[in-house]
Nanobody
Framework: QVQLVESGGGLVQAGGSLRLSCAAS????????MAWFRQAPGKEREFLGV???????YYADSVKGRFTISRDSTKDTVYLQMNTLKPEDTAVYYC??????????????????????WGQGTQVTVSS
């Protein structure tokens, strides 16, 4: 089992920046993907990007160039740096993880069903 805890959300003005953190604990040694999703009110959960243990990070077109994922392996923590924020970025942001022992590796890494482990979410509100 893997436990995930997000932090760093809050209220920011348009054009500003925020950095979200996702700390993993438990069986972290075989995590192969850590992804970020978001869900705005009335909308489906949206894939944003993924850290890959064995390849380069991958981002959705909607955030490419504005959002960056990084990982501190010493802390088992993944970060989502969000720059040039827009009001339409307002949402609850979730991190998710996939491990070799957790299964679901047959799903696309952009599919939320491919991640058995989820954090509780953190609210990001961007004011205009």
């Amino acid at each position: 089992q893997v436990q995930l805890v997000e932090s760093g959300g809050g209220l920011v003005q348009a054009g500003g920046s925020l950095r979200l953190s996702c700390a993993a604990s438990g069986r972290t040694f075989d995590i192969v993907r850590m992804a970020w999703f978001r869900q705005a009110p009335g909308k489906e959960r949206e894939f944003l990007g993924v850290w890959r243990a064995d390849a380069l990070d991958y981002y959705a077109d909607s955030v490419k160039g504005r959002f960056t994922i990084s990982r501190d392996s010493t802390k088992d923590t993944v970060y989502l740096q969000m720059n040039t924020l827009k009001p339409e970025d307002t949402a609850v942001y979730y991190c998710a993880a996939r491990s070799t022992s957790g299964g679901r590796t047959g799903y696309s890494e952009q599919d939320e069903q491919g991640y058995p482990y989820w954090g509780q979410g953190t609210q990001v509100t961007v004011s205009s």
